[in-house]
C-alpha cells in the first residue's frame, strides 16, 4: 500500500516533487516526480507515470534518474521557470537541470504561484474550502470564489505555511 515515492523516499533516493506533502493525498500535478517504470513480461518500452501515484509492487523495475526522465523534468522546470521567473525555489530547480533561462515566453506578470495546489487541497482538507484553483492557460490561478473575499475562511494561514515557494 505504498507509492513508488513513498518506498524511494524510505530509502533514500531523491524524486523531487512539488506537490507532495505527506499530509494530504497523493495529486500528482506537479509531474516533477515522473519515473519510467518497466516489468519484464511487458517487454516494451518503459511507461512514465508520477511516482506520488503510482503503486510500489513486487518486480517492478524503477529509473529515477534516465535521460527521458529527465528531458520530461527538464521541460517541466522550464515552463515552470517561464510561469514564475523570480521564485528562488523554481530557479534552483531549474539549475539542477541545467536550465539558466526559460526558452519559453515570460510570463507577463511573473508570480510564485506554481498551481501546484497544495494549499487549495488544505484548505479543503480543514474543511473551509474557501480557494481554488479558478481559470484557465496563463489566466489560471488560485482564488476565493468570484474574488471575493471568502466568509468561510478561518485565517488559519495554512495555505501560506503549505506553499512551497513561500
Do not use: K
Not at 516489468?39 to 527521458?68: F, H, I, K, N
Not at 522546470?77 to 537541470?97: F, G, K, M, T
Not at 508570480?111 to 494549499?119: A, E, M, P, R, S
Amino acid at each position: 500500500n505504498e507509492t513508488i515515492l513513498d518506498v524511494a523516499r524510505r530509502y533514500g533516493i531523491h524524486i523531487p516533487t512539488l506537490c507532495h506533502h505527506e499530509a494530504l493525498e497523493p495529486h500528482g500535478g506537479c509531474r516533477l516526480c515522473v519515473v519510467d517504470i518497466s516489468r519484464q513480461e511487458w517487454g516494451a518500452e518503459p511507461r512514465m507515470v508520477a511516482a506520488c501515484l503510482y503503486p510500489a509492487e513486487d518486480g517492478l523495475a524503477v529509473l529515477t534518474a534516465s535521460e527521458r526522465v529527465r528531458a520530461a523534468r527538464r521541460e517541466i522546470l522550464d515552463l515552470l521557470l517561464a510561469r514564475c521567473p523570480e521564485s528562488p525555489l523554481i530557479q534552483r530547480l531549474a539549475l539542477e537541470y541545467a536550465i539558466r533561462e526559460t526558452s519559453y515566453r515570460r510570463n507577463p506578470e511573473p508570480t510564485d504561484c506554481i498551481l501546484c495546489g497544495l494549499c487549495t487541497r488544505l484548505c479543503d482538507h480543514l474543511g473551509p474550502a474557501a480557494i481554488s484553483l479558478v481559470g484557465r492557460g496563463i489566466g489560471r490561478e488560485v482564488a476565493p470564489p468570484f474574488h471575493e473575499p471568502p466568509p468561510d475562511c478561518v485565517g488559519c494561514l495554512a495555505c501560506a505555511r503549505i506553499c512551497p515557494t513561500g
